[in-house]
């Protein structure tokens, strides 16, 4: 499934379009700001997985080209 998190998540509908979309179980946070700001606050303590995460999205743009 997806959480949807931060400011677009409380777009109207982007919930129900994206479940349609992706055929998955998609959910909003309560607090869907709050639930970015925590996230990212762990993504910049953790070196090991931010790295991960940056080389996957490099791979991801440079395979787009």
């Known amino acids: 499934g997806v959480f949807v998190v931060g400011g677009g998540a409380k777009i109207h509908g982007l919930e129900k379009f994206l479940k349609d979309e992706t ?3 998609v959910k909003v946070c309560s607090d869907p ?13 953790d070196k090991e997985l931010l790295n991960q995460i940056s080389d996957e999205n490099i791979k991801i743009i440079v395979s787009s080209f």
């Open 33 to 45: 700001e709050y639930c970015a700001i925590v996230g990212g606050g762990k993504l910049i303590n």
């Open 23 to 25: 055929k998955l179980e």
